[in-house]
């Protein structure tokens, strides 16, 4: 028997762990010290990397920021669930506070939510009051719809009895307040616990930056200037596009050494409250955000940039787990199951996801059926300038290839493998013809799979 599975050892879980999720919008993969990149100082991310499992294979299957969302709450993909932007998430769905609540556990929402269909047309969002019904059956909820403007955030929601909190501005920039607030309920649960009053908990801390516009505290701003900024080789050297790739990326790699230093925060919280062992902490982002790299900017493109994010697992030291790095292929719809698999919890019927807690937890056996590829969509464009502005469908695969469609047509497919900065688009190529149908095919599948419907391909 393990030592961890024996409860009368001194480290044995006493009950089963909290999960806190992490998430920025618009954070790419690429923009972190430990996937690599020379331009950012993250160590507190770093270290959750380093003691935990990173894969390599984090995916934003629907690279924006509401869809993306619908996906991550719901467990349904976005075509049945959030299918564009300020599209809003039918409340008679159940979410991921649902199952998290019938183990008995406290579920916290705090932050940004951007699944309630306000139209920013109508007015500004931050304004906007989410009513209590469409707060995902969080027991505590304390946010607001969409905010574009950091240092002027207001907030609003209902505490853990129920009692409504008017919209009040939060005194600093959002990621260090709402972190704050994410700091106050970590200390709330320990004093529960300290009362006796033991229960579990669910967390979910959602800011808006790494997003633009992008700007930080002094601090971190003085940190970064765009003559030295490192530009990814896909960049084209083009002046409009470099100078404003370099002014954008010192204000945004600014805005995540800050995150990264509210993470230590946390981290910090959890440890001097003796509840770092107990919790997993799962670090990722909804979409990331192209910065020039194919001559694009911001997302819903299918390039590497926009639609590849971060995906750390970390924390839980106390229960029996694996460190190190992964390829696994993680989308959206898999961190609800994944998250009720590390916690030892059912995943339900509704949710379309695949519980990867096996790559943290040892012992644990992987589903026979887990897919070789995760399913990439825009099923309704933006319309914005410098976003994808037609919809696609695609894959990308566990042995490296991608391949996307616009409807009647093929459209990309690289050989992430020889090709990571998807240089080479062999998608019309006659030589690949075979792979093409291999992967359209798959694409296809997927399709088929998830009952998405509308979408027409072409026949090769």
Known sequence: MSAFADPSHPRAPKRRPNVI???GDQHRQQALGCYGDPNVHTPNIDRLASSGVMSTGGIGGFPLCCPYRGALLSGRYPHQSVPGHEHQLDPSLPTIAHPFNDAGYHTAYIGKWHVDGFHEQDGRAAFHTIASERRGGFKQWIGYENNNAQWDCW???HDETGSEIPH?????????ELTNLTIDYIKDRSEQEMAGNEQPFFAVLSVQPPHNPYEAPAEWM??????NIKLRPNVPDIPRITERARRELAGYYAMIENLDWNVG???QTLIEHDLYDDTHIIFFSDHGDCHGSQGQFLKTNPYEESMRVPMIFGGGRRYVHKCGQTNTLINHVDLGPTSLGLCGIDVPDWMQGNDYSHLRIHGKQAAADLPDSAYLQLVIPTGHGYSCGVPYRGVVTTDGWKYICMEHQPWLMFNLNEDPYEQANMAQ?????????ELHDKTRAWADRTDDRDFVFAQL
């Open 429 to 437: 190529n006659p030589a690949f013809a075979s792979k093409r149908k």
């Open 155 to 157: 907030v609003h929601g």
């Open 168 to 176: 009040y501005r939060l005194p600093g920039f959002e990621t260090d």
């Open 21 to 23: 999720w992490i998430f």
């Open 265 to 267: 925060r946390i981290m």
């Open 222 to 227: 003085a940190r970064h200037t765009p003559g």
